[in-house]
């Protein structure tokens, strides 16, 4: 459970519909989108899987579409995050420093620092391209912990309830669900964050995918497992979010 004295974690999660052009065309983008959350008071940003290209696996054939922490393409989130005071947490095909291939959300600090968290449940080509991370990093902001997920690390409870045994009070899931996903996402969502007695957040990829077209729905679900606020399309959109830690306490007495 929290235990700073910040009793309330104002964030964003952004249903991003992805451009043609990959990593170049798609940074100025989520500039745009942090700077518009910040406008709402987002202290957390929350983009979609692979947001940075697109669930494009197609495009990782070459060395072109993978980032590394260094990676300068990043500069300008960098600096946006750190004007801000916003952490972003990006959706990409990421290259460790031994070469490891993954599939992470990369969450970059106001101080440019960047926080890597890579996919456990790999399924379908993604395992002949990526190799799997073993839990989920927990971020601390305000005093807050907030555990990111990728899409499928959601359908298998034993990733939450690992997140919350770390003391997670958020689990923040960034997602491909596509159209006749509905009732599997809500119970995902709902489930998570019921079973484990905490928030949970999903930025689902907007729009047109190699998988189908978006069925949106990104949003907030109470540790009561009901959702409170959803996307109300299936295109980009920015929903923002203030998370109570009165709410936590109430589920979380003995």
Not at 121 to 150: C, M, N, R, T, Y
Not at 189 to 206: E, I, Q, T
């Amino acid at each position: 459970m929290t235990t700073g004295s910040i009793t309330a974690l104002t964030l964003s999660a952004i249903q991003y519909e992805a451009l043609d052009g990959g990593v170049a065309a798609n940074v100025p983008e989520h500039i745009r989108l942090i700077e518009d959350a910040e406008s709402h008071g987002a202290r957390l940003v929350i983009f979609p899987e692979l947001s940075l290209t697109g669930y494009r696996l197609d495009l990782l054939e070459g060395p072109e579409e993978w980032l590394s922490a260094a990676d300068r393409r990043l500069d300008g989130i960098r600096e946006i995050c750190r004007r801000t005071g916003i952490t972003a947490v990006v959706g990409a095909a990421f290259t460790q420093d031994d070469g490891t291939p993954r599939l992470a959300s990369l969450a970059i600090h106001p101080s440019g620092a960047i926080e890597p968290s890579f996919k456990t449940w790999l399924h379908g080509p993604e395992q002949g391209i990526f190799v799997a991370g073993s839990h989920p990093a927990v971020l601390e902001i305000d005093g807050w912990k907030i555990a990111l997920a990728i899409c499928f690390d959601a359908a298998r409870p034993g990733h939450a309830e690992w997140a919350a045994g770390a003391g997670a009070d958020v689990y923040a899931v960034s997602a491909v669900y596509t159209a006749g996903e509905d009732h599997r996402l809500g119970l995902h969502l709902g489930a998570r964050a019921m079973d484990n007695r905490m928030f949970s957040v999903l930025a689902n990829l907007a729009g047109a995918t190699p998988l189908g077209p978006s069925c949106g729905l990104s949003g907030f679900w109470g540790p009561d497992g009901l959702p409170f606020r959803q996307a109300a399309g299936t295109g980009t959109e920015v929903l923002t979010a203030s998370l109570q830690h009165s709410v936590l306490a109430r589920f979380r007495r003995p």
